[in-house]
């Protein structure tokens, strides 16, 4: 049976990282001027700080799961001298003190500096991304050596970041479109159309990160070789789902740009948005829960030895 505490303590984190991350991109790349401020478009503020502070508690929780782990004790009687010894004396705990300052630093920013709301998103944007890339160092990726070991670690950061900024964009989507009706605007629907095409261009280099670093994470802990019995094991029943549910998202997204959302600017027209603006939300829904059920799968999969392992 899979540790369930440690998958789900390992997704919640995975989200959390990614939300830190996507959503300043999100407002630097969508919204212009005045729009980037906190409370004008999006709530960068309370919505940031919330996810930093649990992104902390997540951390400190992770720790604590590991120590638990490690000595091999329930997590309720893990001991303080364990975890202290994990956090002073291990890369693993050096990396985690660099997550935690970078996520000390993101609240910062969420809650100060919004008079130069574009200085704001972009501290938060780069503080959020270190905070993001420390995953990738306690992971497989930090498991090679030498130049494979760098194009290993370099292939998961930019999957993460990749992930980041689509989960983040998502996330931030859902909260512009699932409005009453009464906060649906005229304005509102024309910034929710823009922030929708935009996105839609962004996403483009988004999915062919994802692809090229996917492969490139794929080849080296699985291995042509092994390519035939791959789908025997539990790793890869489980990344086979992982491909199944990145496929459904890019379907998805393709039906937001090339359909959805051209749909949306010519309901605008007609001054009937509400036909469109439903069919936008069911895909959003769709292709978020689709999310979750990778991050779900991504944090199962790091429990396991990969098939290049030869465990």
């Given at each position: 049976?899979?540790?369930?505490?440690?998958?789900?303590?390992?997704?919640?984190?995975?989200?959390?990282?990614?939300?830190?991350?996507?959503?300043?991109?999100?407002?630097?790349?969508?919204?212009?001027?005045?729009?980037?401020?906190?409370?004008?478009?999006?709530?960068?503020?309370?919505?940031?700080?919330?996810?930093?502070?649990?992104?902390?508690?997540?951390?400190?929780?992770?720790?604590?799961?590991?120590?638990?782990?490690?000595?091999?004790?329930?997590?309720?009687?893990?001991?303080?001298?364990?975890?202290?010894?994990?956090?002073?004396?291990?890369?693993?705990?050096?990396?985690?003190?660099?997550?935690?300052?970078?996520?000390?630093?993101?609240?910062?920013?969420?809650?100060?500096?919004?008079?130069?709301?574009?200085?704001?998103?972009?501290?938060?944007?780069?503080?959020?991304?270190?905070?993001?890339?420390?995953?990738?160092?306690?992971?497989?990726?930090?498991?090679?050596?030498?130049?494979?070991?760098?194009?290993?670690?370099?292939?998961?950061?930019?999957?993460?970041?990749?992930?980041?900024?689509?989960?983040?964009?998502?996330?931030?989507?859902?909260?512009?479109?699932?409005?009453?009706?009464?906060?649906?605007?005229?304005?509102?629907?024309?910034?929710?159309y823009r922030a929708l095409d935009g996105f839609a261009k962004v996403g483009s280099a988004v999915v062919a990160l994802l692809?090229?670093?996917?492969?490139?994470?794929?080849?080296?802990?699985?291995?042509?070789?092994?390519?035939?019995?791959?789908?025997?094991?539990?790793?890869?029943?489980?990344?086979?789902?992982?491909?199944?549910?990145?496929?459904?998202?890019?379907?998805?997204?393709?039906?937001?740009?090339?359909?959805?959302?051209?749909?949306?600017?010519?309901?605008?027209?007609?001054?009937?948005?509400?036909?469109?603006?439903?069919?936008?939300?069911?895909?959003?829904?769709?292709?978020?829960?689709?999310?979750?059920?990778?991050?779900?799968?991504?944090?199962?999969?790091?429990?396991?030895?990969?098939?290049?392992?030869?465990?």
């Amino acid at each position: 049976m899979p540790d369930i505490i440690a998958i789900t303590v390992r997704l919640w984190l995975y989200l959390d990282l990614m939300l830190l991350f996507g959503m300043p991109m999100f407002g630097l790349y969508t919204l212009r001027g005045a729009e980037r401020a906190s409370g004008s478009v999006l709530r960068f503020r309370s919505v940031l700080a919330t996810i930093a502070l649990a992104g902390i508690g997540l951390s400190i929780l992770g720790m604590m799961v590991l120590a638990a782990s490690m000595a091999g004790v329930p997590l309720n009687q893990v001991d303080r001298a364990t975890v202290s010894l994990l956090i002073s004396g291990t890369a693993i705990g050096t990396l985690w003190q660099v997550r935690v300052a970078a996520l000390l630093l993101v609240l910062y920013f969420s809650i100060v500096g919004w008079r130069r709301p574009a200085f704001a998103l972009w501290s938060l944007s780069a503080t959020a991304a270190l905070a993001l890339a420390t995953l990738a160092w306690t992971g497989h990726g930090a498991a090679d050596e030498g130049l494979r070991g760098w194009i290993h670690l370099g292939a998961d950061i930019t999957h993460l970041w990749a992930a980041g900024i689509w989960t983040g964009a998502l996330f931030a989507l859902c909260l512009l479109i699932f409005r009453p009706a009464a906060r649906m605007a005229i304005d509102h629907i024309h910034l929710s159309y823009r922030a929708l095409d935009g996105f839609a261009k962004v996403g483009s280099a988004v999915v062919a990160l994802l692809i090229l670093s996917g492969f490139i994470n794929s080849w080296i802990l699985i291995g042509p070789s092994r390519l035939g019995s791959l789908f025997t094991s539990l790793y890869g029943l489980l990344l086979a789902g992982k491909l199944i549910l990145f496929g459904v998202m890019l379907m998805l997204a393709a039906a937001n740009r090339f359909f959805l959302t051209p749909s949306l600017a010519a309901a605008i027209e007609t001054g009937n948005a509400s036909l469109a603006i439903g069919s936008l939300r069911r895909s959003l829904a769709i292709e978020t829960g689709c999310a979750l059920a990778i991050l779900a799968l991504v944090a199962w999969l790091g429990l396991l030895a990969p098939p290049a392992s030869g465990m």
